[in-house]
């Protein structure tokens, strides 16, 4: 009777654990006070990856570094991988990503008539992992990995309950 009684303990609060990995966090731009919301997780090494609506409606997606000393190769975006899908390192369109120092970003689709059409956001909101492969400035080649448990259900919080076309 024990032992069942901890198992249901266990099922219980798993989900709960799993879905805590995601969160919505608000941003504000220090130059207009501008508020956003974000979708957002981090990674035990300090990676983070946000999801967020801008200001015309472009669903973007963030993957920032984890160390203010370490900086992205130069004209260098790195690649990503939800689960098993094609690596991919561009936006829609085949746009290239916007880079800075310590993030890239990645346009995933716009929102026209409360609804997105857009394959990646619809991989991000649906997958298991994703996987990011990347380029440091001094010639470093690194990997990181993101659960996207819970991903759905931050990410529509922030974007709103629109259709997403895949």
């Not at 801008?54 to 130069?74: C, E, I, Q, T």
């Amino acid at each position: 009777m024990i032992l069942v009684r901890k198992l249901v303990l266990i099922l219980l609060f798993c989900p709960l654990t799993v879905l805590a990995e995601w969160k919505v966090i608000t941003h504000t731009d220090t130059n207009s006070q501008t508020e956003t919301q974000v979708a957002y997780t981090k990674n035990d090494e300090g990676y983070s990856l946000e999801i967020y609506k801008d200001s015309v409606g472009a669903v973007r997606s963030r993957f920032s570094l984890n160390a203010a000393l370490d900086m992205f190769a130069k004209r260098s975006c790195p690649t990503y991988q939800v689960d098993t899908r094609l690596l991919d390192n561009r936006s829609i369109n085949d746009a290239p990503c916007l880079t800075d120092f310590t993030w890239s970003e990645f346009v995933l689709g716009y929102i026209v008539d409360n609804q997105v059409t857009s394959g990646r956001l619809n991989a991000l909101m649906n997958g298991s992992n994703i996987t990011f492969r990347f380029m440091l400035e001094n010639g470093e080649y690194r990997e990181t990995s993101f659960s996207l448990a819970g991903s759905k259900r931050a990410t529509l919080n922030v974007i709103g309950n629109i259709t997403i076309i895949p």
